[in-house]
């Protein structure tokens, strides 16, 4: 029996509305065990898991919550568990904002699913409007946000005091800090971890065809010479702050270095050294110098206008640091070329080749382009609109610093219109990356590198779901750009080796976690074929698939969970001789003038939407 064929079957589902998959039956018979983090690839059923997990737990009268961090999110969770659970659709709840508190208190306690964001359930829960202790299972959906403040993390603050509380947590993406992964755990009460790879052998079946190209192009020497002058501009700055003592006398300067400059400047400041305040405003103009260049060079010339007009309009309204900056003759002048020579960058005429040829192959096909910045997403609109056949929309955030926004409810409309075919290409920022299911995206082009491991994988997901999809990355040649792919790249594995080291360190009570009793109410359909119970079909498909796990996880389940290794004891001294790790495979950044001198020189404003600062974002989503 091919596990294509096969659906669940369950007292809470519609009949023939979940696929069988061993591996979501494998995370599922864990989660109703003991609280667990889901790691899975994008499009590899995370969701159904939930589905299934919040069946059981209305099999004995109980009541569930699944938690998303956007209302787009909460929207497309509350539509699919309408097709899929068998209890009355009025039962189905979505609480938003929206509706006042004394309603919301009336509907949760009519309620048998809730489906929410984490800050309906943080405020209601202070407000004593919502007894977690009544909740059965609590499904924490990306949840990769539950760290710091946010609120996802505060509920699961609140959910670990309750006592028996089922946890379902659920991501593609945890992060590759094992400080982040480690607050994740703790936060959410998190007693396992079910992670498989695109490539472990259980996921086969599932993972379509994803075919990833880089394309690199050549910066052309238009550019560069518009480029020079502001180069030359930055050089300067950087040699007076090494004269001063502020950032090393030798090899290349990037954000990381810049910003250690503040820091060791604001410490001068300190001590009362009289350069400080001087150099302070050079370092922060060097670090604007930066940016724009890397705007002008990797985004293109009507991005780093836009950017540069931006800046103008604040110098005119009393800023007076910016008015420092587009005060600058080199600035000045570079501003004026970009209003006449109206150049365009390479990556503009190989979007619309790409999508061209897409469409000569299939006029139904769906394409999705990411790019970093709303001013970005504007240019390709732009580009696209003179292309006959294209019906292209932006998709990005809400209104921010007064800028234009869409709203939740547009935001719904648009995705709908894509999924529809009434629009056939979407232009996205951010916001596009994360959960939202767009099963029809046949090519997903990067319009540049980023180096959030979590963005890129989430970026990645959003075609081969349902069928073959591509990826393509454009890169633009000695630019930030490369330095930022290799990032990702590392931090993607990294990701993988800091979930093994996390998992290991966990402690678990020793609990009956056998597929029989765990599954118990759960079968699996087949045309043709003879029910089974879900447990001999998925220890089957494990036989089938992956014949050597069964014998992996009896070793692993031996091993106590509160051994540990004797110190000073190396890593590499507890495997067999002449192993290697995966580090022996990592990919080394090149040494060029953009490479990035640590992981984290790559994690900076301008490209990781994780940490910005105000001047920084205002044309970030």
Not at 235 to 246: A, I, N, S, T, Y
Request: proline residues 5%; contains cysteine.
């Amino acid at each position: 029996m091919s596990g294509v064929e096969a659906t669940v079957e369950h007292p809470n589902l519609k009949p023939r509305a979940v696929e069988a998959r061993a591996h979501q039956l494998d995370a599922l018979r864990k989660c109703l065990t003991l609280p667990t983090l889901v790691v899975l690839p994008t499009g590899q059923g995370k969701t159904a898991i939930e589905w299934m997990a919040i069946a059981e737990a209305l099999n004995e009268g109980g009541k569930a919550i699944l938690m998303a961090p956007t209302n787009p999110l909460v929207d497309q969770h509350l539509q699919d568990l309408v097709k899929v659970l068998s209890i009355e659709q009025e039962k189905i709840v979505r609480i938003s904002g929206n509706d006042n508190w004394q309603k919301r208190q009336k509907m949760m306690a009519e309620a048998r699913v809730l489906v929410t964001t984490p800050q309906i359930v943080r405020n209601d829960v202070q407000r004593g409007t919502l007894n977690l202790s009544e909740i059965d299972l609590m499904v924490f959906d990306e949840a990769h946000h539950a760290t710091g403040n946010h609120a996802m993390a505060i509920v699961g603050d609140m959910y670990r005091s309750v006592p028996n509380g089922k946890v379902l947590a659920c991501t593609a993406s945890p992060g590759s800090h094992e400080t982040i992964v480690k607050e994740v755990v703790q936060r959410l009460g998190i007693e396992r971890i079910h992670a498989l790879q695109s490539t472990d052998n259980l996921l086969a079946p599932y993972t379509q065809g994803l075919e990833i190209n880089e394309h690199r192009l050549e910066i052309p020497d238009e550019i560069k010479y518009l480029a020079a002058p502001v180069e030359d501009l930055l050089e300067e700055h950087l040699e007076k702050l090494r004269r001063m003592g502020f950032i090393p006398g030798s090899g290349p300067v990037g954000m990381k270095v810049l910003r250690e400059g503040q820091r060791r400047i604001s410490m001068a400041i300190q001590r009362g050294n009289p350069q400080g305040y001087n150099a302070a405003k050079m370092n922060a103009d060097a670090i604007r110098i930066h940016n724009l260049l890397g705007l002008l060079l990797a985004q293109g010339p009507k991005t780093a206008l836009k950017h540069l007009e931006r800046s103008e309009k604040s110098s005119r309204e009393g800023d007076r640091k910016q008015a420092r900056f587009i005060g600058m003759p080199r600035i000045r002048a570079l501003l004026g070329l970009l209003r006449t020579q109206k150049l365009n960058h390479p990556k503009m005429p190989r979007i619309k080749r790409l999508v061209e040829n897409k469409m000569k192959i299939d006029s139904d096909c769906r394409i999705i382009i990411f790019t970093n910045f709303r001013d970005t997403m504007s240019a390709v609109l732009d580009e696209l609109s003179t292309m006959a056949g294209i019906k292209a929309e932006g998709f990005f955030g809400q209104a921010r610093k007064g800028g234009e926004g869409l709203s939740q409810k547009e935001q719904v409309a648009r995705l709908q219109r894509f999924k529809d075919g009434d629009c056939n290409v979407l232009v996205a920022t951010s916001v596009g990356e994360e959960g939202l299911d767009v099963p029809s995206a046949d090519l997903v082009i990067f319009h540049e590198p980023v180096a959030s491991e979590i963005r890129t994988i989430q970026r990645r997901g959003r075609t081969a779901r349902h069928r073959e999809g591509q990826v393509v990355v454009l890169v633009a040649e000695e630019t930030r750009d490369e330095g930022i792919r290799h990032a990702a790249a590392a931090r993607e594995a990294k990701m993988h080796r800091v979930l093994t080291k996390v998992r290991r360190g966990l402690l678990r009570a020793k609990v009956d976690d056998s597929a029989e009793t765990r599954l118990q109410h759960f079968t699996i359909f087949s045309e043709g074929s003879k029910s089974l119970k879900a447990a001999t079909w998925m220890l089957n498909e494990i036989e089938r698939l992956a014949p050597n796990l069964k014998e992996k996880e009896v070793i692993v389940e031996k091993t106590s969970a509160l051994s540990k290794p004797r110190p000073g004891v190396r890593p590499e001294q507890l495997r067999p001789r002449q192993q290697m790790s995966i580090d022996a495979f990592m990919p080394q950044p090149d040494a060029k003038q953009f490479a990035p001198t640590s992981d984290d020189e790559w994690s900076n404003p301008i490209l990781d939407g994780s940490r910005r600062t105000a001047d920084e974002t205002d044309n970030q989503d």
